[in-house]
């Protein structure tokens, strides 16, 4: 009599998607306090932006390509399903980086002029810096072939750009939005700890592989 083994199915719950649930939530949170004035003409922030509202679109759709479409990146399915997708995406998410932090560090120095101090844009130079970096990076050694270093700078990369989501929530549920001091702050330190924290996943992720697939 023949034996029938079941092959046992995946869990969805898992750190790695536990994770990427969280980033939703803070990705939904963020869109909905400080990015409805979008399609709300009315809304103050207008205001704010005038004096460089044709440079935040270019940097506003390069910074919603890269942290939308980098989350695909990190789904084993779909990398080895869609190979070509999955490399399309890499080039859009390498390609927008490059657009939208040297736009970013523009951005902030033009909002020097309604009040913003000299040392938030050194601030967010130090991120743009640390993004572009980490990205590259990754290109380097994905073009060397090299799989695994490259997805762990994409790891780093994708930790810093992150960094977008981190302070818009800090300063929303602390009700800090209109304090600029604290909002720098805020920026420092979520930029001196995306990388340790990247790293940090990555030794997690290692100590506690994914489990191979049962043989057909």
Not at 135 to 155: C, D, E, S, V
Not at 156 to 172: K, N
Not at 185 to 201: G, M, N, Q, R, Y
Request: glycine share 6%.
């Amino acid at each position: 009599m023949a034996t029938v083994f079941s092959r046992p199915r995946a869990s969805w719950i898992n750190g790695k998607n536990l994770l990427f649930a969280g980033i939703c939530l803070m990705m939904g949170y963020v869109l909905q306090h400080n990015e409805t004035f979008v399609v709300d003409r009315s809304d103050p922030n207008w205001d704010h932006i005038q004096t460089f509202k044709w440079w935040l679109l270019p940097h506003g759709l390069a910074g919603a390509c890269a942290l939308l479409l980098a989350p695909l990146q990190f789904s084993d399915r779909l990398r080895r399903r869609f190979t070509k997708v999955h490399r399309i995406v890499g080039r859009i998410y390498i390609t927008a980086v490059f657009v939208l932090a040297p736009l970013g560090v523009y951005i902030q120095h033009l909002e020097e002029r309604i009040g913003y101090p000299r040392s938030f844009t050194i601030a967010t130079a130090v991120f743009a810096v640390l993004l572009t970096s980490t990205a590259a990076i990754a290109l380097y050694f994905i073009l060397n072939r090299k799989i695994q270093q490259h997805r762990q700078w994409m790891t780093r990369s994708y930790a810093v750009a992150l960094v977008f989501f981190e302070v818009r929530l800090i300063s929303g549920l602390l009700g800090l939005d209109d304090s600029i001091a604290a909002n720098e702050t805020i920026v420092w330190i979520c930029v001196a700890f995306s990388v340790p924290l990247a790293d940090l996943v990555l030794q997690l992720q290692g100590a506690h592989p994914a489990p191979e697939k049962a043989p057909r």
